[in-house]
């Protein structure tokens, strides 16, 4: 890490007040003279730093404050408590040259002229960000190839798949070059091929220009792919900061045997082995705990009838699932 | 200058997308029209302070400056901010205040053909309406016109400030829109307006939306001061106001959540 982090949250916090309101005429009334609050914690004392040019990934289920917190970091909002700094600005003063040095893209809402082609809002961006028209048509090309978007640039932006809208969306918001990269949900219903093309689009343009990443996304390979550090919230919290494989190892204290078996037998038969995630015909899934492995293997194939046998570390997607059940686990 | 006139041809280019719409806004636009032929016959019979043909022009001019001084900007903004995209505007170093400043002259631009197509229909069909305009005049007026344009601008822009608290600020300036309507000279020129009233409507912003631009380009005796002043004061003051609003508002929407 470089001595100056070029993303700072420190105690960063967020409370909401919430109108509260019952189903009933008297309590709409109620609600109308007298309103009563409730407030809800989105983010709380959250600290961490990134350093120029990482890519980190954030994870948390919906409503964790993910979201939250990258409105924070990008100026939107203004935290209830707490400090932060991001490539040398306070976020919420929202001053020109921090604008300029950071965006936000977000997977279910786009900034491009629907009815345009995506050449006009990269042109509308280009004159709104200062950038040189020879500057703005070389960035366009180099950007355009590294997409596979150059033949769909002159298409209404109606005209264009999902997949190359969201590429078209990343094109626009990364026009003036930002140093810091905010990602919520970019590959959001995009099918694999296009999620791929973007994860890897991403992975390049972090590569090429030494840009700051931080992504949030429900998929997981997503994070696997790009994030090599993991962030994860919980309910507000930060429940883990550190390498991905280490969140693997620190709530993943098990492993996965997958087993094809000579005939089908009832789940009862595995239960003595493992826990049965999965159970259908000739094909059984068990997790086993990663310290009584070599152990429970040697059982079971003395025990079952079994054709193949294969030990796997468990998908990340389940791992997450269980971080999340059991937030007292906290780093 | 290199943004105003990127952001003018983008916004040109979209406005064009919407020809049939715009069409068809023009159309919507003909309510002075429809009133010319009401206030004409009405001034063949009856004794009035103008002439049915200065009746035709005034209510001609009517519709070309309302044609000119179109806002929209309170449903745009109301709809940004229920809809979430306000945080797009906000994270682009441009105030949202200029952006739809430039989506709204571009329709102008765009506009401009259905408007001359209209006047030459109307031409065609009240030969009163015809006249040769005085240079001097007709420039002051259409100098008048973007005043108005911009003070309509503001006015509005200021009201769709409010949806920071409300959400509702369509229905504010509904109620401006009455007022509007009937204190602009819009319905009436404010010749007819009984004296006490015509008073009190030149010092609202009203009548220098619509009224005093529309009198100057028909070639009517009115007088430029101090409505000018009138009118500079209230768009200073809308200004002011707007900016405090956006500013209280933007701690409001980013401490509520974006």
């Known amino acids: 890490m470089s001595a100056e982090p070029i993303i700072l949250a420190q105690d960063l916090t967020k409370h909401y007040r919430v109108a509260l309101k019952e189903e009933s005429l008297l309590a709409t009334l109620r609600h109308f003279l007298l309103r009563q609050y409730r407030t809800v914690k989105a983010v709380e004392g959250v600290s961490f730093q990134i350093a120029r040019g990482e890519v980190v990934g954030f994870l948390g289920p919906n409503g964790a404050g993910k979201t939250t917190t990258l409105k924070m970091l990008t100026g939107l909002i203004h935290p209830t408590r707490g400090k932060a700094v991001v490539a040398g600005h306070i976020p919420w003063r929202r001053e020109k040259a921090f604008l300029k040095k950071i965006t936000l893209v977000m997977g279910n809402k786009q900034q491009l002229i629907w009815d345009l082609p995506a050449l006009d809002t990269f042109r509308l961006n280009a004159a709104i960000y200062d950038i040189p028209e020879g500057e703005f048509r070389k960035r366009v090309s180099e950007l355009s190839e590294m997409l596979s978007l150059t033949n769909k640039l002159h298409q209404p932006v109606r005209k264009l798949s999902l997949g190359e809208r969201m590429k078209a969306e990343l094109l626009a918001a990364l026009l003036h070059r930002p140093e810091v990269l905010f990602l919520d949900e970019p590959t959001l219903g995009l099918d694999v091929n296009a999620q791929v093309a973007v994860r890897e689009f991403i992975r390049e343009y972090n590569r090429r220009y030494g840009a700051t990443v931080l992504l949030t996304s429900h998929y997981m390979a997503d994070i696997a792919a790009l994030a090599e550090r993991v962030l994860v919230i919980h309910q507000g919290r930060l429940l883990y900061d550190g390498p991905l494989a280490g969140l693997l190892e620190r709530f993943a204290p098990y492993r996965e045997v997958g087993l094809t078996l000579a005939y089908p037998l009832p789940r009862e038969a595995f239960l003595a082995f493992g826990e049965v995630r999965d159970l259908e015909g000739l094909k059984a899934r068990l997790l086993v705990p990663r310290e009584r492995l070599t152990e429970r293997v040697a059982e079971i194939l003395k025990s079952l009838p079994v054709e193949d046998l294969e030990v796997r570390e468990p998908p990340l997607e389940e791992v997450i699932a269980k971080v999340f059940q059991s937030p007292k686990e906290a780093v | ?258």
């Open chain 2, 1 to 258: 200058m290199r943004k105003a006139g990127t952001l003018l041809s983008v916004y040109l280019a979209y406005m064009l997308e919407y020809r049939a719409e715009l069409f068809l806004w023009a159309l919507a636009g003909a309510l002075p029209l429809i009133l010319l032929g009401v206030w004409t016959e009405a001034a063949r019979g009856g004794e009035f302070p103008l002439s049915p043909g200065e009746f035709a022009r005034y209510f001609l001019m009517v519709f070309l400056v309302r044609q000119a001084t179109v806002v929209w900007v309170v449903w745009e903004f109301e709809r940004d901010v229920v809809e979430g995209r306000l945080s797009f505007r906000l994270l682009r170093p441009l105030d949202p205040f200029f952006d739809h400043l430039a989506a709204h002259t571009a329709e102008r631009l765009a506009r401009l053909p259905f408007v001359v197509l209209l006047t030459l229909l109307f031409f065609a069909l009240f030969p009163e309406a015809r006249f040769l305009p005085e240079p001097g005049a007709f420039l002051l007026g259409l100098g008048l016109t973007v005043l108005a344009f911009l003070l309509r601008y503001t006015m509005q822009y200021t009201t769709a400030l409010l949806t920071f608290w409300t959400e509702r600020a369509t229905s504010v300036e509904e109620v401006f829109f009455l007022l509007y309507l009937f204190l602009s000279g819009t319905i009436a020129p404010l010749e007819v307006f009984p004296e006490p009233l015509k008073s009190l409507a030149l010092l609202t912003p009203f009548p220098y939306l619509v009224y005093l631009p529309a009198a100057l380009l028909a070639g009517q005796e009115v007088a430029l001061f101090p409505g000018l002043w009138i009118m500079l004061l209230w768009g200073v003051g809308f200004l002011l106001l707007s900016r405090l609003l956006w500013r209280l508002g933007l701690r409001r929407y980013s401490g509520q959540g974006a």
